[in-house]
């Protein structure tokens, strides 16, 4: 950021939660809400604004306090480009009447750090899905004119380039500014006409037959609209704080990711952004800015527990390419994530859970289940989302249990100390086994009833402990061993899906149960 440009300016110093939390914050800090639904993603934002608004007889739900410091001076061009003159001569913001504030009035508050009524306006800007359609329109009043995006644009030839570049990588078009229809400025996208050109033939002309073969912006989809009108607040409005609700809403995934790459480059104001998309997400991490934290919110009654990841450890947990290129940030938008060791397992602990609330009548939880290929990945994953406070649960196979390079870091991951609560078990457990090598090789197909006496007795321990942090390992072993039909995990499952009643079959019984304990874990928390 250009310190040396001392525009008028609010940024937010520290922001605190209902939880307890307080969240320091630089002038180019980017902080991302994620979370389930109904968490409070959209309702930080609309406390941000409330905060500033003194006027506004509601009280913010979710932040107690923010903290702010106003910066730079008023000077002439400011006033010019922000207020106009009522009928009474006081000023107004443009867009808001029945002020009764002079020039020397708001100098004078400015230098209080003060602020009076609605100037905030000027500084903090939110926008939600609805604004963001209406935004790439032309403005309706002269007094308006400067003051709008759309007219910034036209005035500058290298921000214009810039948005346009922007707009062509996610749409494959150009977007331009209609000179030629000075009043309403309207947006056109299409092939732009080539500078190179204009020296051939006259430049309206060309122009004009240039945008015939364009379309006006505003009779666009939803997603051109969504994203040009992103593009026009974040490049050419003064607002030093930005409140984005759903950048993503009306992109497809590659448009999404690509947002969250060119939001990003933010350097000169501070943005607040609430997201249900992994693929913002990631374009937002891939653009490496130091600056960006990540909220996950899980709302328990009232109280909204806010769990911040800052920028050094999303470099580390981005270095992870289990992380960075596939979809397990997803989780970071549900109530819990049920880590597999392959899709097969995923696939048929998710079809067991459908067919135990649709039995019910009732919607399943929000739930996903995600694989990470193979057990010895598992750590990592769990490691990540429990850094951003998911409900996490793991389920590897019984063999786990002899492996125990991958069993501890596993189970540390989680956050358990092996040595100080398992290691007296898991001894137990592991005499027997190396005792009885010709059963050793069983337990992958037998689960646990594979032990007996004090190793069975021990590791019964040990899967409370587990059970109680997340970790179900499968109890008779693997899947395939739940309903024993002779068939390898790819067929089993296909049939178990295809061929049982997964809510009534009495073979699926131990199945059912063992879902249920998943989907019920950390449900009392």
Known sequence: MDRTIERPAIFIKTISFNDGTTLPL???????????????????????ELCFDEQNKLSPKIITNIENEIIGNMDDHFFETHFYYNNEGYLNIYEHTNWRYTKTDIINYWRKKQLPPHLYKLFVKLVNTKQRLITSQAPRRDSDIESH???????????????????????????????????SFPLYVGKAPDPDAYTMTRRDDYYRAVQEKMHRLDEQGDGMRSFASILLDTFTSDHSIMLIDEPEAFLHPPQARLLGQILAQNNNRQLFISTHSEDFLH??????????????????????????????KIEILWSNPLLRYSNILSGLFHEKVVVCESD?????????????????????????????????????????LKALNVTVVAIPDFDIVNEKNTFKPLIEAFGIDWDEHLNVEMTKVYDWLNANQNIKTMIKKTGKNVLNGQAFAAYSEVEKICRSVGLFVVPCGEIECFHKIGKE??????????NSNLATDSELRDAREFVQAIVDFGNGE
Request: with cysteine.
């Open 26 to 48: 630089a002038q180019d800090s980017i902080v991302v809400f994620t979370g389930a639904n109904n968490c409070g993603k959209s309702q930080v934002l609309k406390d941000v």
């Open 149 to 183: 995006p759309i007219f910034k644009l036209h005035k500058s030839a290298i921000l214009s380039e810039t948005l346009s570049k922007h707009f062509r990588q996610a749409f494959r078009e150009d977007i331009v500014v209609d000179s030629n229809e000075m009043r």
């Open 283 to 312: 374009g937002l991490l891939d653009a490496d800015n130091n600056n960006v934290t990540v909220i996950r919110i899980n709302r328990k009654g009232n109280i909204n527990h806010m769990c911040a990841l800052q920028n050094s």
């Open 344 to 384: 097969y397992d995923c696939l048929f602990y998710q079809a067991v859970m459908d067919a135990i609330y649709e039995a019910k009548n009732e919607i399943a939880p929000d739930i996903m289940f995600v694989h990470c290929g193979g057990k010895g990945r598992m750590k990592d994953v769990v490691r990540a």
């Open 489 to 498: 995990k790819k067929d089993w499952v296909y049939n178990e899906i295809e």
